[in-house]
Each structure stands twice: as C-alpha cells, then as structure tokens.
C-alpha cells in the first residue's frame, strides 16, 4: 500500500518560499509509470494541479505558476518536493502530494480521481 505524507510549514509570509516535501512510502518513487503530483485546493474552490515530477526525473508544471515553481526529488530518501516562491495570499490553500498513473493534463479540471493516492494535505496560511 503506497502512502503518501505532506510535510512543511503551515504559515508563509508573503513574498517568502513556501517549501513542503511529500515522503512516499510502500513504493519507490523510480517504480515505473508513476507521476509524483503536487495539487492544490484553495478555500471554496476546486482542485488545482501544480505539477509533478515522474520516474525518470522528468518535470511537468503548470504553465501559469511555472516561473514560480520548482519540483524535485531525493530518490535515496524517497521524497519529492515543492518550492513555490514569492507567495501572495492567493497561494493560501490546503496542499496534497499525490500519485498519479499519467503525465498530468494542465488543459483540463483537476478531479480526485485523477490520482490513485493521496497524501492527508496540509493547511498552508500566507500572512504576515
């Protein structure tokens, strides 16, 4: 059973890095076929996919939010991570690490079920 842990820190001030990292356990992050996803889930609004980072090291991100994005991995301590950089306090959402079985679609509504595993999600606040 593949389980998925979001940690980092749940308050960023604005203008600063939010940093989180997703621990994978139950399977390895080069298995074959996996995609290693970031989304996001602002209050009151849907599911927003940031990007992901697959078996082989490849990086997928949203175009919108590419400039400010970067995803990466840490195959020996079978993690990856999110920096999203000069946060504002439209970047406040709860955050979810999650594997999908696909490269990820950024022309399309992000759903829960394009993913087969998720992390539980964690609060982030930006605010000074």
């Known amino acids: 059973q593949v389980q998925l842990q979001e940690s980092g820190p749940g308050l960023v001030k604005p203008s600063q890095t939010l940093s989180l990292t997703c621990t994978v356990s139950g399977g390895s992050i080069t298995t074959n076929s996996n995609y290693w996803s970031w989304i996001r889930q602002p209050p009151g609004k849907g599911l927003e996919s940031m990007g992901a980072i697959d078996y082989r090291g490849n990086i997928y991100y949203r175009p919108f939010i590419k400039s400010r994005t970067s995803i990466s991995r840490d195959t020996s301590k079978n993690q990856f991570t999110l920096q999203l950089f000069s946060v504002t306090p439209e970047d406040a959402a709860v955050y979810y690490c999650?594997?999908?079985?696909?490269?990820?679609?950024?022309?399309?509504?992000?759903?829960?079920?394009?993913?087969?595993?998720w992390g539980q999600g964690t609060q982030v606040t930006v605010s000074s």
């Open positions: 999650a594997r999908a079985r696909q490269a990820p679609r950024f022309n399309k509504a992000t759903m829960w079920t394009d993913y087969d595993y």
